[in-house]
């Protein structure tokens, strides 16, 4: 790690953005160990094999078609920075306009990198994996994305004490659960984007779509949600002490970073992991997978926040 050469890529931000980028991705990986890439004899194959036996399970238990991404990465930290600083790019530009005030925009400019360089260490020294669906991709036939960050994986075992090729398995059958999701609901894509840009157009004119935020936390609530419905089916091992030891280190974390966990949404997602699985349950229990399957059929038969609280009176709209 250089904090140097990471204060100095943020002070040296310049472009015409309220965010240079491509400072902000040097910055955070000078202070980001990109960790190894090193791999074990037959180690890729095992992370190709995961993908593929989690493929078929989750085919086999959803009873969709579905297929893993063309492109399925093991990264290190500095891969992931630099995969998903576009990401951002396409989801904060829109934005532009609202935070381009003041009278030293080049003064407002070093401040936003900095921000965008802290979030992206902290998140390429945290994230295990990601599906990636490249929203708001400006090529609408780019493909979507598998990656498997290794160094955060091997760290995150031994400090769990799990056993790492255990704890790997699991993270390439829940990504590859929600790459089922897209793929057994091909509007779902289209969906997020256009209520994520009605939200970031009201907030580009100085309102708040409360509606917008609220549809899509609701569609999240249920990704999340239903991914870990098909893992209680389809992972073939127990994995209830590694979502227990997750779930007991984040409780541990010191106040800085939870702080940070709070700032980026990361404490939203797992409200709306324990809102999700709370609906499916209740589902599943009464009425079988099939029924839960029912919330791809179209944007229509999403739940909404009240029935997300409350699943039976989703099964009433819907007739169940």
């Known amino acids: 790690m250089n904090l140097y050469r990471s204060a100095r890529a943020v002070a040296g931000a310049s472009g015409d953005d309220v965010i240079d980028w491509q400072s902000a991705a040097d910055a955070a990986k000078a202070v ?4 190894s890439l090193e791999l074990e004899p037959g180690e890729r194959e095992a992370y190709a ?4 036996d989690a493929r078929e399970a989750v085919r086999t238990v959803a009873d969709v078609e579905f297929d893993v991404p063309d492109t ?10 630099d995969a998903n600083i576009a990401t951002f790019e396409r989801v904060m530009g829109t934005l532009e306009n609202q935070f381009q005030t003041g009278a030293f925009p080049g003064v407002a400019r070093t401040v936003n990198t900095g921000t965008m360089t802290v979030l992206l260490a902290f998140l390429g020294r945290n994230v ?19 990656y498997f960050v290794r160094p955060n994986i091997l760290n995150a075992a031994d400090k769990l004490d799990v056993d790492a090729d255990r704890f790997r398995r699991w993270i390439a059958f829940h990504e590859v659960t929600h790459a089922a999701e897209f ?4 509007w779902l894509s289209d969906h997020l984007e256009a209520r ?3 939200g970031i157009a009201a907030l580009s004119d100085g309102s708040f779509d409360r509606n917008a935020f609220r549809d899509l936390d609701a569609a999240m609530t ?3 949600g239903y991914a870990e419905l098909l893992m209680d089916h389809a992972f073939d091992g127990e994995y209830e002490d590694l979502r227990r030891k997750l779930d007991a280190r984040r409780q541990g974390r010191g106040p800085l970073q939870k ?5 980026l949404g990361l404490g939203l997602k797992e409200r709306q992991y324990q809102r999700g699985k709370h609906f499916f349950e209740t589902v599943v229990t009464g009425h079988g997978l099939e029924t839960a399957t029912l919330v791809w059929e179209g944007p229509e038969m999403l739940p909404t926040q009240d029935e997300l609280d409350d699943p039976t009176l989703w099964l009433q709209r819907i007739d169940r």
Do not use: C, K
Not at 137 to 145: L, M, T
Not at 259 to 263: A, I, S, T, V
């Open 32 to 35: 980001t160990d990109p960790g």
């Open 49 to 52: 094999r995961d993908v593929r």
């Open 72 to 81: 399925v990465e093991i990264q290190n930290r500095h891969h992931w920075i």
């Open 128 to 146: 295990l994996g990601q599906y990636d669906p490249l929203l708001l991709a400006e090529n609408p036939e780019e493909s979507h994305a598998l």
């Open 183 to 186: 793929g057994a609901a091909p």
């Open 196 to 198: 994520m840009e009605d």
């Open 222 to 224: 249920v990704v999340e």
């Open 259 to 263: 702080l940070f966990r709070r700032l």
